[in-house]
Structures are given as structure tokens and as C-alpha cells.
């Protein structure tokens, strides 16, 4: 059993990939072969900064796509919620299944170009532990969001789990129903100030 919950917390820096694409299959094809820290950029960045992107579109990929006339296969990626899975190799077969039924001409006109960003993730010790449920709230609330977006999202990748280290924390220590509560807060609609006051609420009550 898990006693002792120690609390992380992760830095962004964004590196340039060196690819850049000017239209529609050169995008498809990149997509392919791009290191899975250009998926993680590209498709949490949103999250990772609050949801600050100037637009209606999730993610840079489908803002680009909507930004050059391809408002079907925007919607398209648009509906993926990434915070959904755990293995980015996953994610990438499923938004190039998308991008391959689309019904849009894929012809070879020029594009604004993409530049494909990847990202050097640093995880850093907070020195914070929680032994018990009051100590888990009162470290939720003290720490700020990068800690919540690690532990909400980025640790299940490293970990190839299903499960957020809250959730599996407090399924370890009996407190199975806000386990789930937290699980089944929808982060990718909701920024994560919203989130973590969610949170509070679960633990609180």
C-alpha cells in the first residue's frame, strides 16, 4: 500500500524540431515520423497553459487545420480528448485515422506552414508529502498548476496508466468514491484553476 503521497511538479521548455510542412500531406507525413514530445506540445500545450490559445480549437493541430480551410478535419482532431490516454503512440494512430477518412480534397496547395514543436520536460520533487486526506488537500492547494498537470496527466504517461496519482492514492488508502469523482472530472473542458477548486470540493466533502 501506498502510505506517503509525494507531490511533483514538471517545467516546459519548447524545442524546434527541425520539420516544417507547407501543406496538407507533408503534415500527414510528418506526423508519422514526429518524436512523441512534439504530440505532448502540440496537443497539451493548451492545457499545459490554461487553455490560452486565441481560438475555438483545442490544439495547434487543428487550429492550423481550420486556419488553412480544412474545418472538417479541425472538428475532426478537435474531438479527440487527449487527456483520454496514456500512450501517446495510441493517440497518434488515432488522430492520422482521422486525418486519412477525410473527405476533403488532399491536394498539394500551399499552406500556412507548421512548425513542429517538440518539448524538454523537467519533473521536480516538491519536498511535499501527504500521509493522509488532509494533508493531500492542503498540498492541492498549496501547489501550484504545473503540479496538477503532472499529476492529472503527464505521470500516466510516464506511467503507461489509465489511472491519475490522486485517484490511485486515494484507492489505495479506501476512499474509492472520491477516487472516482476526481477520475471523472472532464480536465480537457475545463481549465485546471477549475479543476483543482473541483478537486478541493471531492476531498473537502
Known amino acids: 500500500m501506498a502510505d506517503i503521497f509525494c507531490f511533483k511538479t514538471e517545467v516546459w521548455v519548447p524545442v524546434y524540431t527541425g520539420i516544417k510542412v507547407e501543406n496538407l500531406q507533408e503534415f500527414i507525413q510528418a506526423l508519422q515520423d514526429v518524436p512523441c514530445g512534439s504530440l505532448l506540445y502540440h496537443l497539451y500545450i493548451n492545457l499545459f497553459n490554461y ?7 483545442p490544439n495547434s493541430f487543428s487550429y492550423w487545420l481550420a486556419s488553412n480551410g480544412y474545418e472538417l478535419l479541425a472538428e475532426k482532431v478537435s474531438s479527440i480528448d487527449p487527456t ?15 486525418l486519412s477518412e477525410g473527405s476533403e480534397e488532399k491536394v498539394k496547395r500551399p499552406l500556412q506552414p507548421f512548425y513542429f514543436m517538440s518539448v524538454y520536460r523537467e519533473v521536480i520533487d516538491t519536498s511535499r508529502c501527504a500521509s493522509n486526506l488532509e494533508e493531500l488537500l492542503e498540498g492541492i492547494k498549496s501547489l501550484g498548476i504545473s503540479s496538477l498537470f503532472y499529476h492529472l496527466i503527464t505521470s500516466r504517461i510516464d506511467k503507461k496508466s489509465l489511472v491519475n496519482d490522486y485517484s490511485e492514492w486515494l484507492l489505495s488508502q479506501g476512499y474509492a468514491k472520491k477516487a472516482e469523482a476526481i477520475d471523472a472530472l472532464d480536465v480537457y473542458a475545463l481549465n485546471l484553476y477549475e479543476v483543482k477548486e473541483l478537486i478541493i470540493e471531492v476531498l473537502s466533502a
Open 51 to 57: 487553455h490560452n490559445l486565441p481560438t475555438d480549437y
Open 84 to 98: 483520454r490516454y496514456y500512450d501517446l503512440e495510441v493517440l497518434r494512430k488515432d488522430i492520422l485515422a482521422l
